[in-house]
């Protein structure tokens, strides 16, 4: 399957990822010893490509990618007596908790840099192998990406250079999935409580054989998780459509897992933000699959008569003014 973003090589299918996700980001018997840079305190010196670098696995320490980028600022008159940590967010291509500093091999990484212009941004993706993709961070790091509501302005990151196609790999009790996301455009998502609440729905019977409405989905990884669950039904909404394309894209790769196939696709449709909902995809096999791009509050046709109203705002935003709409579409709502 082709990148959307980049028609590049970025996607993999799920089955895929999870067979190397384990040794993805390990050392190899020959890799060079761990730097062991300090990440808050001033780096002297530049270094380039090959620096580090294993001459067996081809793989580089994460801090020492990270020390090239900052040589190439400092070059450019940027940074120059910063740290490590200042150059900026380093997310791994496919996100998965791993308890050591990953090793990182061609396209490993997306950067998400304060300090950065274009012209620098296209010469990191160039001199620097393990970089995918770089991304300007707009705005306060505690402002989300994507929408608030249909009423507000999207706020959203720059892509740079490169490719912000990424995954992220959520382990669950019930199984594992591969959600793949452009992170100049979705909300960049560091909890696991959410899946943690996933896990005790599932241990109470509640998803099995359900008609689940996502209405905040996003890339679909809570919506989705239902579906593998034993959901019978799900209907994935969101007000924001890069995240939806996602959400169709992450059906597309974890079909197998999921045990259903797309078989109906709107795939001409541009509009940006959602007022009264609009069906986008439709998916079927082992459970029934709807993805719709509107605003929860006009959702009732569609959804009606469903048994869990999942709702996952923003941090920012209170649920509560939300709440009277899922009450009318299904018997319970849960906030995550
Ligand atoms: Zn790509
Ligand atoms: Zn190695």
Redesign the pocket.
């Known amino acids: 399957m ?10 993999l299918p799920a089955q895929k990822v999870l067979d190397d996700i384990l040794s993805m980001y390990m050392a190899c018997g020959l890799c060079p010893r761990d730097p062991m840079l300090v990440k808050n305190a001033p780096i002297p010196g530049k270094i380039d490509k090959n620096f580090g670098l294993c001459i067996n696995c081809k793989k580089r320490h994460l801090d020492i990618v990270i020390w090239n980028v900052l040589s190439i600022l400092k070059e450019k008159g940027f940074l120059q007596d910063a740290a490590l940590r200042e150059v900026g967010t380093p997310l791994i291509s496919f996100g998965y908790q791993i308890p050591y500093p990953p090793r990182l091999n061609e396209k490993n990484l997306v950067l998400i840099m304060d300090s950065v212009t274009k012209d620098i941004a296209i010469e990191i993706v160039e001199k620097v192998p393990e970089v ?2 770089v991304i300007k961070r707009k705005g306060l790091q505690s402002q989300s990406i994507g929408i608030l509501d249909t009423n507000s302005s999207p706020h959203t990151y720059e892509l740079l250079s ?4 990424r995954c992220d790999v959520i382990s669950s009790l019930f199984g594992e999935l591969c959600i793949y996301k452009n992170q100049s455009l979705i909300h960049i998502e560091f909890n696991n409580t959410k899946i943690t609440k996933m896990e005790e729905l599932y241990l109470k019977g509640e998803l099995e054989n359900a008609i689940v409405v996502d209405g905040f989905c996003g890339p679909g990884t809570l919506g989705l998780l239902c579906v593998i669950a034993g959901a019978k039904k799900v209907i994935l909404n969101d007000a924001w459509l890069p995240a939806l394309k996602n959400t169709i894209l992450n059906i597309k790769v974890n079909s197998s897992i999921l045990g259903i196939k797309i078989n109906f696709e709107n795939a001409d449709y541009d509009k940006l933000i959602a007022d009264e909902p609009v069906l986008l995809a439709r998916a079927q096999g082992k459970s029934e699959v709807f993805v719709y791009h509107g605003d929860i509050r006009k959702l009732d046709t569609a959804a009606k008569g469903s048994d869990i109203c999942l709702i996952d705002t923003f941090p920012s935003v209170n649920p509560a003014r939300f709440m009277a709409a899922c009450k009318d579409i299904a018997g319970k709502i849960i906030i995550i």
């Open positions: 082709k990148c959307p973003t980049c028609n590049g090589d970025c996607i995918k993709g490169g490719c912000d196609m």
